[in-house]
C-alpha cells in the first residue's frame, strides 16, 4: 500500500515576483492559466488539501467544485512569515541591506528577517501538518496546493536533507512534486519520485 501526495506551488500572484510570505495576494491572470494547464484533464485524486491564503486556497476550491473532490484548507500549510520583507522584491531588500540579504542565504536559521518567522518554527508548524496529513491517510492520491517555502520543508524532510539547504530547491509557480509514502508494516517509507514537473 502506498499513498500519493502530489505537492502543487501556486501560481503567479498579483504583483509577480516578490518575498510575499503572509500577505494574501490573488492570482494574476497568468496564475490561473499556469495552474488550469498544469491539472487541465488530469484527476487522479481523491481530495485536494490548501492552504488557506487564497492564491492557493481559490485555485483548489475551483479544481474540486469542476471534478467533485473532497476540498480541506489547512491554515498550517500557510507560507513562511516574511516579516519585514514581506511584499519587496529581491533587488529592493538587497538595495537595502547587501549584507542582511545575503546572511539570512547563508545562514537562514540564524539570520531570520526582523519580525518574520524563524525557520526552524516554520519548519516545526509545516513538519506537523505533514505529519498529521501522513499519518490520516494510507493509500490515498491526495494534492496539495501550498508554496514553495512549505514544498521545500516537506521536501528536505523526505530526503533528509539539512533545513538550512532547502533554498537550494527551486519551486517553479504551479509545478508539481510527487511523493510517495510506503506504508506496509510499522514505519512509513517515503519517496520522492519526481521532482517540479508536469503530470
Known amino acids: 500500500m502506498a499513498l500519493v501526495i502530489d505537492l502543487m506551488r501556486h501560481g503567479e500572484p498579483q504583483g509577480g515576483m516578490r518575498y510575499r510570505g503572509q500577505l494574501d ?34 485555485f483548489a476550491k475551483e479544481l474540486a467544485d469542476k471534478h467533485g473532490i473532497s476540498l480541506q484548507c489547512d491554515s498550517a500549510f500557510i507560507e513562511i512569515g516574511f516579516g ?22 547563508d545562514d537562514p536559521i540564524k539570520n531570520t528577517p526582523a519580525n518574520a518567522e524563524s ?55 504551479a509545478a508539481i512534486s510527487r511523493v510517495v509514502i510506503h506504508n506496509e508494516g510499522p514505519r512509513l517509507y517515503p519517496q520522492l519520485q519526481f521532482h517540479a514537473a508536469s503530470l
Not at 491539472?39 to 492552504?51: C, F, G
Not at 519585514?84 to 529581491?90: F, S, Y
Open 84 to 105: 519585514d520583507w514581506e511584499g519587496k522584491t529581491a533587488s529592493e531588500l538587497e538595495q537595502e541591506n547587501k549584507k542582511a540579504f545575503y546572511a539570512f542565504y
Open 119 to 173: 525557520l526552524l518554527a516554520f519548519q516545526r508548524r509545516i513538519q506537523k501538518a505533514w505529519q498529521t496529513l501522513v499519518q490520516s491517510h494510507t493509500d490515498n492520491h491526495i494534492l496539495l496546493v501550498a508554496h514553495a517555502g512549505v514544498i521545500r520543508v516537506i521536501l528536505a524532510e523526505v530526503l533528509a536533507m539539512p533545513l538550512e539547504a532547502m533554498f537550494r530547491i527551486q519551486v517553479p509557480y
Open 25 to 58: 495576494d490573488p492570482l494574476s491572470a497568468l496564475g490561473w492559466q499556469q495552474m488550469r494547464c498544469a491539472t487541465e484533464n488530469k484527476q487522479p485524486w481523491q481530495k485536494i488539501v490548501s492552504s488557506t491564503l487564497i492564491r492557493c486556497a481559490d
